[in-house]
């Protein structure tokens, strides 16, 4: 079936460093990739999207990869605060009528 | 500024007694969903809404209710909460292809 995964449970940064988050697709047919943090005791937050006809996008301090080829979409984050501490969920979607599958989630802890 | 608004947040409840959990937006977007969030298992699915009245199921629909009787408002029911229904909730609603989550409800049933 369809699925959305991450390759690590946890990441562990130094503060300063940049951070790479890593995320595996499956359904060839998505046509928005979203990335959402969530904070202990929070809902999950928008961070930044992607169409599927794009390559790279950037935000603040952040941006995002999407490798069509090989079905893979990346978070990066640049010079990680403790504040960037959370949980990262990559998420897919087909576009309207469809749902958004999330992927499992993956701890960054910001060592300072 | 755009909200999503669960209650209750925390609620402690026995096997078999009916709840509700209620939902409510301020932006006037159609699509609404519930999910809920356990250790390991991420963010599933239980219905979403596309508009009033439309409602279906997610990927865990078993044991939940919802209805969509006005756009702003989409409560989760629990008829008969069991133990397997102890989680974390949340409700979402969809800009676009941004979905904007509310706080969580955390239930715990015993």
Known sequence: ?112 | EAQVTQNPRYLITVTGKKLTVTCSQNMNHEYMSWYRQDPGLGLRQIYYSMNVEVTDKGDVPEGYKVSRKEKRNFPLILESPSPNQTSLYFCAVAGGNIQYFGAGTRLSVL
């Open chain 1, 1 to 112: 079936g369809e699925s959305v995964g991450l390759h690590l449970p946890t990441l562990s940064v130094q503060e300063g460093d940049n951070s790479i988050i890593n995320c595996a697709y499956s359904n060839s047919a998505s046509d928005y990739f979203i990335w959402y943090k969530q904070e202990s005791g929070k809902g999950p937050q928008f961070i930044i999207d992607i169409r599927s006809n794009m390559d790279k996008r950037q935000g603040q301090r952040v941006t995002v990869l999407l490798n069509k080829t090989v079905k893979h979409l990346s978070l990066q984050i640049a010079a990680t605060q403790p504040g960037d501490s959370a949980v990262y969920f990559c998420a897919e979607w087909a576009g309207a009528n469809s749902k958004l599958t999330f992927g499992k989630g993956i701890t960054l802890s910001v060592r300072p």
